[in-house]
């Protein structure tokens, strides 16, 4: 079974423009969540989504959005992007995000903002 | 969320065991402990979840204390491959599927 995949996996963008990052999940993982890895501030959530509900979401401003698709499917959007935006995303899926169910990451994102 | 606490590195000669400890002293009776490992760069990698029981998988043993107030990750025959960040999370209560990394244990598997 293939396994979680990000894409694309390196970015760069400059200050002030918006950037958007996929997410597929495994086949038949229902639940997606996105979290930023940044040096200082370590793994950080981002969001859930689950049946294209966002159901949970962690303390980030409203510059990073996202949506989920009827097939699963992810993205995240940031806009206006900031130099503090450079970071590692990465995007986990899950049956159906149960506090039984595990998590599994892709390989992440990395953008860079110039 | 219950938080853990975890040495920040530790070494472990290739071949030996190598034993990651972790204390989860507030872990409700309903909360699992999950551990994941990052290689550099990557995204993390599942290793093994338990509840109460002691686990064990084809990668590594999870043993949990009867007061399950910590816990210990062990690497039977630890590789070069295994040099990585590993991270011991307590998940969070049901519905929330967030999972909180803390700063982990940098493990360096020595020659």
């Known amino acids: 079974k293939a396994g979680v995949t990000q894409t694309p996996r390196y970015l760069i963008k400059t200050r002030g423009q918006q950037v958007t990052l996929s997410c597929s999940p495994i086949s038949g993982h229902r639940s997606v969540s996105w979290y930023q890895q940044t040096p200082g501030q370590g793994l950080q959530f981002l969001f859930e989504?689950?049946?294209?509900?966002?159901?949970n979401k962690g303390n980030f401003p409203g510059r990073f959005s996202g949506r989920q698709f009827s097939n699963s499917r992810s993205e995240m959007n940031v806009s206006t992007l900031e130099l503090g935006d450079s970071a590692l995303y990465l995007c986990?899926?899950?049956?159906?995000?149960?506090?039984?169910?595990?998590?599994?990451f892709g390989p992440g994102t990395r953008l860079t903002v110039l | 969320d219950a938080k853990t606490t975890q040495p920040t590195s530790m070494d472990c000669a290739e071949g030996r065991a190598a034993n990651l400890p972790c204390n989860h002293s507030t872990i409700s009776g309903n909360e699992y402990v999950y551990w994941y490992r990052q290689i550099h760069s990557q995204g993390p990698q599942y290793i093994i979840h338990?509840?109460?029981n002691n686990e064990t998988n084809e990668m590594a043993s999870l043993i949990i204390t009867e007061d399950r107030k910590s816990s210990t990750l062990i690497l039977p025959h630890a590789t070069l491959r295994d040099t990585a960040v590993y991270y011991c999370i307590v998940r969070v209560e049901a519905g929330a599927n967030n999972l909180f990394f803390g700063t982990g244990t940098r493990l360096t598997v020595i020659p």
């Open positions: 986990a899926s899950s049956l159906a995000g149960m506090v039984a169910d595990t998590q599994y």
């Open positions: 989504y689950f049946s294209e509900t966002q159901r």
């Open positions: 338990g509840l109460k």
